[in-house]
């Protein structure tokens, strides 16, 4: 899995309304009607310390009265765009983009928020993960088992999506990094019309991999018919030849590469991740980089603006 370890700082930031695994809201009716002892008052007022702590760690801004409207922005045809929108519409165009216009927060809830058409599920990496994690360089030996952190350590990780282990792995993954960073995030955009052959594409739709996720495993290639990239070698193991000369394809794609560099305190990077696979760079140097992640499915991502058509080696 993609993943290094959760930083303790990751202590999970939820904003008001977010859905908690299991449905568990935070107070229900009949408990709220009873008046509460002196422990349960002394808790409650403890809960709503360390909520608004969070709250402030995650969001410098003022972000304690939530806002009335999502950030927004004039987009290229001079209509009003949230920043979310325009994010995602660039990602889905050109694989992936960045703003400094919104925080990580901001746009957790906005995709809480949106009421237009769309609607975003948070995706998490494991269902003990908090909605948005916080991935610090970890050594091998700290490193959860068949973890990239496990296989790599604090050096460079191979080129992935996230959610591979997923039935349905995100669609969009949201990074960010509160301070500036030497180490760059590696992206690699997955084109069929730049593919070495015809039967890498063949190879690619045809090979088999299997996918480890927690204790079960699932078969899957690691390009589908309905056009989706799947591969991080973390859980996918090629089962067969043909998924194999994929699994050396993909890994050599990061010498093709494009490094994404971290310039600017709270910047975000969008990338679509069923087109765009990204790895961090060598990390030795910086273990106390820290990134935040936010994945999510649209609940109609093919109604985002799609990039335009190009002609793509036949299937054969
Ligand atoms: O830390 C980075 O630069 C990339 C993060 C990453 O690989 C991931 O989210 O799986």
């Not at 325009?86 to 694989?95: I, M, P, S, V, W």
């Not at 990580?104 to 906005?110: K, R």
């Not at 794609?253 to 760079?281: K, M, Y």
Request: charged share 20%.
């Amino acid at each position: 899995m993609s993943d290094y370890l959760i930083s303790p700082r990751s202590s999970e930031w939820m904003p008001p309304n977010f859905s908690r695994p299991n449905g568990d809201r935070p107070s229900s009716q009949s408990n709220s009607r009873r008046k509460p002892s002196r422990h349960q008052t002394d808790t409650l007022a403890d809960n709503r310390l360390q909520t608004e702590r969070r709250w402030r760690h995650i969001s410098p801004g003022n972000l304690l009265t939530p806002r009335a409207n999502p950030a927004r922005k004039a987009g290229d045809n001079g209509m009003l765009t949230t920043v979310l929108e325009k994010l995602l519409t660039d990602a889905r165009q050109n694989g992936w983009s960045t703003t400094t216009d919104a925080s990580l927060a901001d746009l957790a809830l906005e995709a809480e928020r949106y009421k237009r058409g769309l609607s975003f599920t948070h995706v998490r990496n494991r269902p003990t993960s908090p909605p948005i994690e916080v991935l610090t360089p970890t050594s091998s030996d700290n490193a959860p088992a068949r973890s990239l952190s496990a296989m790599h350590g604090e050096g460079p990780q191979p080129l992935h999506t996230d959610g591979a282990h997923h039935q349905v792995p995100p669609h969009i993954v949201l990074l960010s990094s509160r301070q500036i960073s030497s180490v760059a995030t590696w992206l690699w955009r997955f084109d069929t019309a730049q593919l070495p052959s015809t039967s890498m594409h063949h190879d690619l739709l045809h090979g088999v991999f299997t996918v480890r996720s927690g204790r079960s495993c699932f078969l899957s290639p690691a390009w589908t018919h309905r056009e989706q990239l799947r591969y991080d070698p973390g859980c996918m193991e090629p089962a067969d030849d043909r998924a194999q000369r994929v699994a050396t394809f993909l890994n050599s794609r990061i010498e093709h590469g494009t490094a994404f560099s971290w310039t600017t305190p709270g910047q975000v990077l969008a990338i679509d991740n069923r087109r765009v696979t990204h790895a961090r760079g060598d990390a030795v140097n910086e273990p106390h980089r820290t990134i935040e992640r936010l994945a999510l499915l649209v609940n109609d991502w093919s109604g985002v603006n799609k990039p335009p058509l190009r002609r793509g080696l036949p299937i054969s």
